[in-house]
């Protein structure tokens, strides 16, 4: 079960809230010993996420023929059922939701190959978290193509790539044409597109295979 509740006092330590429903059915049928609070903001969507979100919706529309309304219906139902929380309208949701809406509707894209009229990093309101879909998909952060790992910690003279540790390693997700720019001049590329490299954990070096020869750096 799922409702919102009122901040009644917070005294810096102890808590006081009353839900806007009757909860007390559940807490006698459930006896749990705790909940789950997520804190509103309190500011609304902005234009700019709202822009943002209409027009992934617009890509996705475009890529699997369905209507816009019907994916906007499919994905904010999806994206409640994964997360949690209510259903929300795209008038009046909050910032937050917001920004956790746009980074799943990107994070679909990059997973299955969706192409966009503009580069999703301009839609990305979580840089961080699209760079890592960009290396956990293999997706340039840049624009969007086929990527390969490129190490901005770089794997020194005489250390073996197929043994050495690349967790906690810095890295970014970019296509050939990027890559060798990176080459180039790291810094003056990621200035100008705004992209830094990300730690690398466990999960990526998985996925990534890093650690056994099949990183091109």
Request: aromatic share 8%; hydrophobic share 35%.
């Given at each position: 079960?799922?409702?919102?509740?009122?901040?009644?006092?917070?005294?810096?330590?102890?808590?006081?809230?009353m839900p806007t429903i009757p909860i007390d059915r559940e807490l006698l049928k459930?006896?749990?010993?705790?909940?789950?609070?997520?804190?509103?903001?309190?500011?609304?969507i902005t234009n700019d996420q709202r822009?943002?979100?209409f027009a992934i919706i617009r890509d996705i529309s475009i890529w699997s023929g369905d209507d816009p309304e019907t994916i906007r219906g499919f994905f904010t139902w999806d994206f409640v059922?994964?997360?949690?929380?209510?259903?929300?309208?795209l008038s009046?949701?909050?910032?937050?939701?917001?920004?956790?809406?746009?980074?799943?509707?990107?994070?679909?894209?990059?997973?299955?190959?969706?192409?966009?009229?503009?580069p999703l990093m301009e839609h990305a309101d979580e840089v961080g978290r699209y760079l890592y879909?960009?290396?956990?998909?293999?997706?340039?952060a840049i624009c969007g193509k086929v990527a390969e790992v490129h190490h901005v910690d770089r794997i020194g003279m005489g250390r073996d790539r197929e043994t050495v540790?690349?967790?906690?390693?810095?890295?970014?997700?970019?296509?050939?044409?990027?890559?060798?720019?990176?080459?180039?001049?790291?810094?003056?590329?990621?200035?100008?597109?705004?992209?830094?490299?990300?730690?690398l954990d466990e999960y990526l070096?998985?996925?990534?295979?890093?650690?056994?020869?099949?990183?091109?750096?």
């Open positions: 079960m799922t409702t919102t509740a009122k901040i009644l006092d917070f005294d810096g330590e102890m808590l006081t809230i459930k006896h749990p010993d705790y909940v789950e609070i997520r804190v509103h903001d309190g500011r609304s822009a943002k979100i059922g994964r997360f949690g929380g209510e259903c929300f309208s009046d949701v909050d910032m937050t939701t917001a920004r956790h809406f746009i980074t799943y509707l990107i994070d679909f894209c990059l997973r299955w190959n969706v192409p966009t009229k503009r879909g960009c290396l956990e998909h293999r997706k340039c540790v690349h967790v906690g390693l810095k890295a970014i997700a970019l296509c050939r044409e990027h890559h060798n720019k990176a080459h180039e001049d790291e810094a003056d590329l990621f200035e100008a597109y705004h992209v830094h490299g990300i730690e070096c998985k996925k990534l295979r890093l650690g056994k020869g099949e990183d091109r750096k």
